[in-house]
């Protein structure tokens, strides 16, 4: 039986049921409506389905068949799975896929760096420890790192990676064993004297 309206139903529908027409076998079934929806007798399921245990939608629970069974290999049958069956007629819900940007083992699909960072998420910044601006959410260094230290590269005590010069240079201003020759070149010339202005006017420790 269908009941159909164009409205809202609510309220109890009760119905009386002689199998066959046997008297004797007679049950009895209440259905309770409260607004728009699907309703099951109370305290019964849906009784018909597909009762072929054969079939890929057999429904254990089903007591009448509604001619719905479908039968064929269940399986994934979407060719973008990981799981893809292509013996599979009958798709069971069982595909799984991989995620955004990797492929079914894990790897990335795009990493032109080979750093195991897919380029869609790669994250540009600092990724010097040292420098003021060090970002530890950087995945690639954008060259934006400032790191202080002495930037003279005749100092003693120069930093390559230093981008900002921050006045720590340190000099030997003995000049070995030429009077002038500050950076012990074997010659005095201009770059002693630059090396000088940079050390002008220091106090010495005592």
Do not use: H, R
Not at 118 to 141: I, Q, R, S
Not at 191 to 200: G, I, N, P, Q, S
């Amino acid at each position: 039986m269908q009941v159909t309206t164009s409205g809202a139903i609510y309220g109890t529908l009760n119905a009386q049921i002689f199998p066959e027409g046997d008297g004797t076998q007679e049950f009895k079934l209440s259905w309770t409506f409260a607004g728009e929806g699907t309703y099951d007798a109370d305290g019964y399921g849906n009784a018909c389905g597909c009762t072929d245990p054969l079939a890929g939608n057999y429904d254990p629970t089903a007591e009448y068949d509604d001619g719905t069974c479908v039968f064929g290999v269940p399986g994934c049958t979407d060719a973008e799975a990981c799981n893809y069956d292509g013996e599979a007629t009958l798709d069971d819900g069982s595909c799984v896929f991989a995620d955004p940007g990797y492929t079914c083992e894990g790897e990335c699909i795009n990493d032109a760096d080979g750093d195991g960072v897919c380029d869609e998420f790669e994250v540009l910044g600092c990724t010097n420890p040292e420098a003021l601006n060090f970002d530890p959410a950087a995945t690639d260094d954008d060259g934006s790192c400032e790191v202080m230290g002495c930037t003279y590269a005749d100092a003693n005590n120069y930093n390559p990676a230093a981008t900002d010069d921050d006045g720590s240079c340190e000099f030997d201003l003995s000049g070995g064993g030429c009077m002038g020759d500050f950076d012990n070149s074997g010659l005095v010339q201009l770059a002693d004297l630059l090396d000088f202005l940079l050390v002008y006017g220091t106090y010495c420790d005592e």
